[in-house]
């Protein structure tokens, strides 16, 4: 089985960004230590600021459940709800490079 890496789609209201930022910065510095996560990472789209991609690397096809499960994710979840211009969306991929073992 291959590295589950999920790209979260998220579009923020304007007025909204940095307090964004800054709760998805705390759930992604606790998602880090879960020990079904490889990476999560937080991009912002340089020419829409209001964009954002997270980039959440599972090492197994159950982790993203227990992810789920936790607090900090909830407490997120429930704070970033209204802070969205839209509903966000995910895409799943299988890991193809780097090799598994090289995260």
């Known amino acids: 089985m291959s590295l589950l890496v999920v790209h979260v789609h998220v579009h923020v209201k304007a007025d909204q960004v940095e307090a964004f930022k800054e709760a998805t910065l705390e759930n992604a510095r606790n998602s880090v230590q879960e020990p079904g996560v490889a990476r999560f990472d937080v991009v912002q789209q340089q020419d829409d600021p209001t964009r954002f991609v ?3 690397v599972y090492k197994s096809p ?4 227990a992810h789920k499960e936790t607090a ?3 407490k997120w979840r429930d704070t970033v709800a209204d802070m969205m211009a839209e509903p966000r969306s995910s895409v799943k991929y299988a890991n193809v490079f780097p090799a598994d ?3």
């Open 54 to 56: 997270l980039v959440e």
């Open 62 to 65: 159950d982790a993203p459940a």
């Open 72 to 74: 900090h994710y909830t």
């Open 101 to 103: 073992s090289d995260w």
